[in-house]
């Protein structure tokens, strides 16, 4: 099987309220990018993954106008995808959903969220992801009391062989800092912003441990939008989201190794899954953000992970219409894991 996660950059804008792609000159939202570039560069990508299963990061929006499940199989057909089924979870107000496309053939999925619902009140034991966690980080003294703009989507998903995997799509923020007056504000700001985004680590490895601990079969997939050493309050936290997500010790750790790489090697070279220009200083800046994190029992299948980034995967490079659609595709390559399941 091949599996595989995807951020895509302004996906939203490239269809109308009604589901239908569109292929026109309009600006995409990507710098110098019309919607049917995007949309072409999207087509050649999904066609050369081929994969049975994609974790869309950033899917088109869901609300009561739009509806996320009619564009992605609309772009299914359109460009005559396996992958022409969808599952979402719980919908978001960011525009940006966690969906699951994926071939029906292979495999029939439902949504299947763990945890009570707790309402904006709260609960301590990992509730429903669309609830609200309540958490005191030993930072200010103070309980938090935190929820995700974009809660995961947690999928069963069951074989033709009968076989049953947990999927957890997932989509970590931590928020720029908007508003600051001053650089004190913005780092007090940006702070809070970090703490939060390390209390929906914790309770998205809470609920890890549920299916680890009950000997499931588990991936995570997505953009944790961290990393070790992504930025400068690490430090005063201990641990970035990756870290406690996968766990450190124990026999319920995830693996994924480009992360493990990441974290061996700080100041040495790294994967990178995305690629930013940055207008002040006009360069780009590369990070490791995307992951597919595997439990014990699928790692010692011997899966192969791969990014399809143009620059670094050789096959990629050697290939001049997938390479340009990578580029013009998203600020993400996608990245996959071939299974033998």
Known sequence: MLIATYNIEWFNNLFDDDGVLLMDDGWSGRHDVTRAMQIEALGIVFAALDADAIMVIEAPDENR???????????????????????????????????????????????????????????????????????????????????????????????????????????????????????????????????KQLAQAIWLRERLEEHLNAGESLMLLGDLN???????????????SVEIIMGETGENCLF????????????????TTARFYIREHKRYLQALLDYIMVSPDLTVKEPVWRIWHPFDDPDCWRLPELRDALLLASDHFPVTLDIDL
Not at 132 to 151: C, G, H
Not at 226 to 240: A, C
Not at 256 to 271: F, I, K, M, S, V
Request: proline share 6%; net charge positive; glycine share 8%.
């Open 65 to 195: 106008r739009r509806s996320t499940t009619k564009a992605l199989e609309e772009f299914a057909r359109v460009f005559d995808l396996r992958a022409k089924a969808t599952l979402l979870g719980f919908q978001n107000d960011t525009q940006q959903e966690i969906a699951l496309m994926y071939d029906p053939a292979v495999m029939s999925a439902r949504h299947a969220p763990l945890g009570e619902s707790a309402g904006k009140k709260g609960s301590e034991l990992s509730p429903r992801f669309d609830s609200t966690f309540r958490i005191d980080l030993d930072v200010d003294a103070k309980e938090d009391l935190v929820q995700f703009s974009k809660p995961p989507l947690e999928v069963e998903a069951v074989l033709r062989s009968g076989k049953v995997l947990r999927l957890i799509g997932a989509h970590l923020k931590s928020k720029a800092p908007h508003g600051a007056r001053n650089d004190a504000e913005a780092m007090k700001l940006s702070i809070e912003n970090r703490r």
């Open 256 to 271: 994924d190794p480009h992360a493990r790489l990441g974290l061996q090697r700080r100041l040495g070279a790294t994967p």
């Open 226 to 240: 961290d990393g070790p050493g992504l930025d400068q309050y690490e430090d005063l936290f201990g641990r970035s």
